[in-house]
């Protein structure tokens, strides 16, 4: 069975650190670019960040652009989102998904696989 689980989540304070990672299992994933999607209660699923397939084009939400590093490693199938200076509006359940040969898209729908999100929350 071909899944993607994220783990990493937790409760942090304002101005803390976390890092997510996005671990793939069922098939290599080094085809694939690896998307970090946040959903908030009340509000749309919004993307955060992207990595293509080969690891060349990285691209990050304006919101978090400075504060976010993706990255990826093949050998462990897994890739990691190191997120700073977090804030307590960056609380939200934070998603990973796989698009097959992708660039990394900001646009969901692109995105074929999911994970089940992992919780941030950012206390003031």
């Known amino acids: 069975q071909v899944q993607l689980v994220e783990s990493g989540g937790g409760l942090v304070q304002a101005g803390g650190s976390l890092r997510l990672s996005c671990a793939a299992s069922?098939?290599?994933?080094?085809?694939?670019?690896i998307g970090w999607f946040r959903q908030a209660p009340g509000k749309e699923r919004e993307f955060v960040a992207a990595i293509s397939w080969s690891g060349s084009d990285i691209d990050y939400a304006d919101s978090m652009k400075g504060r976010l590093t993706i990255s990826r490693d093949s050998a462990k199938n897994t890739v990691y989102l190191q997120m700073n200076s977090l804030k307590p509006e960056d609380t939200a359940v934070y998603y990973c998904a796989a698009d097959h040969y992708g660039y990394g898209s900001r646009r969901s729908s692109e995105y074929d696989i999911w994970g089940q999100g992992t919780q941030v929350t950012v206390s003031s």
């Open positions: 069922g098939r290599t994933f080094s085809s694939d670019a």
